[in-house]
């Protein structure tokens, strides 16, 4: 009987393009099949070693793996995976996705032990005025004795802590400003870094981005709206770091001086359908 301990693999995915470059685009990932878990490692190292000896060397912004499944269709990919690790893929197993957020706060595992998912703003961890970020997560990895998890939405899971070890984990996280009131709006809004660390950066993104929030909140509040949100990315070049085609609302920048705000008609519907409106500089809205 098959074991349904392990995991579906999908493979290929990636929101990463470079604006005017039609060789870089967003691909969903493709669905190759299940896998037991005893073969994970196998599979993984499979997948990573068929893309070194296949990915394409001369072109980086060509090299990713959704690329290679193009070129070399995913069929004949997918096979090479299987002839590395020794195995043959099972049918994918029914699975749905039903949100893409990060469920911020405890959640109970299947093994009795605690996760703590903590909002972390843009990802950047440093001690702020009045919250010491930084100083209470090193006070939280004195005690703790499980591991910190970073998840695609730039925050950070405390995981597998015990139940005695709960409530001294979540005061110290208090204390220290990492369990904080969080608007839906905040939750769902990310930047890329871009200045001043980024090289490629044409304008501001995570600097600008928790102002702009507070102003957006402020109109959602005024018009009764502040328990919903628009998904809101913001990116510093035309790279796309912060996933802007996977949002309801982007801003980003073409060049230097002129900065780009994409709205999208739906949750649905794709941004050829949305609007595009040019933003050039002011006092408000710098590129430094």
Known sequence: MASWLGFNLLVGGGLSIEHGNKKTYARTASEFGYLPLEHTLAVAEAVVTTQRDWGNRTDRKNAKTKYTLERVGVETFKAEVERRAGIKFEPIRPYEFTGRGDRIGWVKGIDDKWHLTLFIENGRILDYPGRPLKTGLLE????????????????????????????????????????????????????????PTCPLAMAEAERFLPSFIDKVEGVMNKHGVSDE????????????????CWRKWDWWAKRRGATTCTLAVTAAAPASRGCTVRILPSRKFSTR
């Open 140 to 195: 939280i990895a004195k005690i703790h004795k499980g591991e910190f998890r970073i998840t695609a939405n730039q925050n950070l899971i405390v995981a597998s802590v015990p139940e005695d070890q709960k409530a001294r984990i979540e005061k110290l996280a208090r204390d220290h400003g990492l369990m904080n009131a969080v608007t839906p709006q905040r939750e769902n809004s990310m930047a890329c870094v871009s200045f």
């Open 229 to 244: 949100h628009i998904v809101t990315r913001v990116t510093g070049c035309r790279t796309a770091a912060a996933a802007r």
